[in-house]
């Protein structure tokens, strides 16, 4: 493996922040959070035909740049340091990934066109917990295991008819495309659903994080069309698709980190006490390079992830849980000690220190937080066997 960025890939990342510094600086992020979708469809649309950022890992025959994992990661990277309201992961990882990684032409040349142009917003509904009632905690777990899905496909007429809810769906009330997670009389299916198909209803949930948004999606005999699949049981495709997730994601998550503590270093060197620049104070120091060291392990892990993604390497598996709970790890330490070096104007609402450490927290939970996947690795690389646990609750 090549470990060094490509000269194309350094530029894919230059061209990307300049375009961000433009287009998304905080005023921007703060704006757009408050929004009912919560991102700029317009600027959705100017990533996906001037710069071709949606379209990255999908072939040309789809309209997209044959791309692969490393390139979507640097993007993400990127996006994570300015946290841009956008449902880049929803849409170019989850939805995309999902289609890439299936069977059915059909499907690929109807909707990856779309996707990649930034025409249409995807989506991958999965879990299905509940969040805690008004009283506090006892709201379900969110499960990240085929055992955790519950909504129903029945096939009635010679097409498939669903049934239940989802939660916690990225981007679930903006989507033109919601691919469904669906247990079958046979195991676990895919399906495609229009956003506005009849019987579907939609409700945007309060979240964390204000830049990520997530949403409540129930389904009362949704029309579907199954997504063809070769891999037997339609779980072995979502399982792919959430290793590929959670390596994106922790490339996010090193953007999303790297930022805090340029943040932290930036403050440490302007703010004085006793007559000079808190940086120069041993605590400081040792604090500052503590959280260095764990972003650039971090950044080594989430960028040997991409290239196992990249390289079909059959330890993908292994890795992506490696590298999801460690980068989640590193990257809300980051946030935490930001808000840390920062003191009383870190807990502000005007500082966008709470802003990075809530993706931060969110983050760490999406795809299962770092105990479910160390978990997880134990079992893939063989060292026990026992059945998958319940993944982190949102």
Same mark, same amino acid.
């Given at each position: ?10 530029? +894919? ?37 001037? /710069?071709?950022?949606?379209?990255? $890992? ?54 990856? !066109? ?26 379900? !777990? ?10 129903? *496909? ?7 008819? /669903? ?33 506005? $198909? ?6 945007? +949930? ?44 922790? $490339? ?8 805090? /503590? ?14 000079? !620049?808190?940086?120069?104070?041993? *605590? ?15 950044? *080594? ?55 990075? +450490? ?6 760490? +939970? ?29």
């Amino acid at each position: 493996m090549d470990f060094a960025f490509s000269e194309e890939q350094e530029e +894919l990342r230059r061209t990307v922040r300049a375009f961000l510094a433009d287009t998304s600086p905080e005023t921007e992020t703060r704006r757009l959070m408050e929004t009912p979708e919560g991102f700029d469809r317009a600027l959705w649309r100017r990533m996906g035909t001037e /710069l071709g950022l949606q379209g990255l $890992a999908v072939p040309e025959e789809y309209g997209g740049a044959g791309c692969g994992p490393v390139e979507v990661g640097v993007v993400m990277e990127e996006l994570g340091r300015a946290l841009l309201c956008a449902p880049f992961l929803a849409s170019a990882v989850l939805a995309t990934t999902t289609l890439l990684r299936c069977d059915d032409e059909d499907a690929r040349k109807r909707l990856l !066109p779309g996707l990649a142009s930034g025409e249409l917003v995807g989506t991958l509904a999965l879990t299905e917990g509940s969040p805690p009632g008004p009283g506090g905690p006892g709201g379900a !777990p969110t499960r990240w295991d085929a055992e955790g899905i519950r909504l129903t *496909a029945r096939e009635a007429a010679g097409s498939w008819l /669903l049934n239940g809810h989802k939660m916690f769906v990225l981007d679930g009330a903006a989507a033109d495309v919601v691919l469904t997670v669906a247990r079958t009389g046979e195991g676990i299916g895919v399906f495609w659903v229009d956003g506005v $198909a009849a019987g579907l209803t939609r409700e945007p +949930l309060p979240t964390m994080d204000p830049t990520r948004r997530q949403a409540r999606l129930d389904y009362h005999d949704v029309p579907a069309t199954r997504l063809r699949t070769s891999r037997g049981d339609g779980w072995d495709l979502v399982s792919e698709v959430l290793d590929r997730a959670a390596v994106t994601l922790a $490339a996010e998550q090193v953007g999303v980190a790297s930022r805090a /503590l340029g943040m932290a270093v930036e403050y440490a060197k302007v703010r004085h006490q006793f007559g000079r !620049p808190i940086g120069s104070f041993q *605590a400081i120091k040792h604090l500052l390079a503590d959280v260095l060291l764990e972003v650039e392990s971090a950044r *080594a892990a989430a960028h040997y992830a991409l290239l196992a993604a990249e390289n079909e390497d059959p330890e993908l598996p292994a890795v992506a849980s490696l590298a999801k709970a460690f980068c989640s790890d590193a990257c809300l330490r980051a946030t935490e000690q930001n808000i840390q070096v920062h003191g009383g104007i870190g807990f502000t609402w005007e500082h966008p220190a709470h802003l990075y +450490l809530k993706r931060a927290k969110t983050s760490q +939970l999406l795809f299962g937080d770092p105990a479910y996947h160390r978990e997880l690795l134990v079992q893939r690389i063989g060292m026990d066997s026992s059945p998958n646990a319940v993944g982190g609750a949102e």
